[in-house]
């Protein structure tokens, strides 16, 4: 069964912090791995997406990481800020159009 | 472009009632999808398609229908409305093979 974990559930860290959030996924066959934002009561936000191919992508302040061969992928927040407070969510995509999304990490930066 | 549109954005209903959940895209993507998300919980996927004509189940797509006639559309359709599927709902499309993942703005349902 395709499976996405997402470790830990909640973060809570002080502003400035660097901090990493984990995802790992079952199945290795992916095509692309997303990263994605969610702010309470709202939609998603796209952050970041690795192709299968590529080992890492950044963005500003964010850098994704992806290593197929043990079925992981982190993403890196450099200089927390209290902004950066919501649901962070990866999701692996794979042939056929299946998307499967990890549970979500709860960011929490306090002032 | 207007990307991924969902209506309605709220919906109260009774239990047994049915009702379509709509979704477009105009940016010609192939790939569309549902998800459910439940508090505290990631999204799961209730039903997906590759392109018109052609759809699949996905983890969760008990009391769900869908149909893809067109390219642009995907509705979701609720045949006898349950408490257990009040939830919010989202609508994704992406072009074939490895594209970047669009989603709507979400439906969020209540179902009494």
């Known amino acids: 069964k395709q499976e996405v974990t997402q470790i830990p559930a909640a973060l809570s860290v002080p502003e400035g912090e660097n901090l990493v959030l984990n995802c790992s996924f079952t199945d290795s066959a992916i095509y692309n791995l997303q990263w994605f934002r969610q702010d309470p009561g709202k939609g998603l936000t796209s952050l970041l997406l690795?192709?299968?191919?590529?080992r890492e992508q950044t963005s500003g302040r964010l850098n994704a990481s992806l290593d197929k061969s043990s079925g992981r992928s982190t993403l890196y927040i450099a200089a927390s800020q209290p902004g950066d407070s919501a649901t962070y969510l990866c999701?692996?995509?794979?042939?056929?159009?299946?998307?499967?999304f990890g549970q979500g990490t709860e960011l929490s930066v306090k002032p | 472009n207007a990307g991924v549109t969902q209506t309605p954005k709220f919906q109260v209903l009774k239990t047994g009632q049915s009702m379509t959940l709509q979704c477009a895209q105009d940016m010609n993507h192939e790939y569309m999808s549902w998800y459910r998300q439940d508090p505290g919980m990631g999204l799961r996927l209730i039903h997906y398609s590759v392109g018109a004509g052609i759809t699949d189940q996905g983890e969760v797509p008990n009391g769900y229908n869908v149909s893809r006639s067109t390219t642009e559309d995907f509705p979701l359709r609720l045949l006898s409305a349950a408490p257990s599927q009040t939830s919010v709902y989202f609508c994704a499309s992406s072009q074939a093979g490895r594209g970047e993942q669009y989603f709507g703005p979400g439906t969020r349902l209540t179902v009494t």
């Open positions: 999701a692996s995509f794979y042939q056929g159009g299946k998307l499967i």
């Open positions: 690795i192709q299968s191919s590529q």
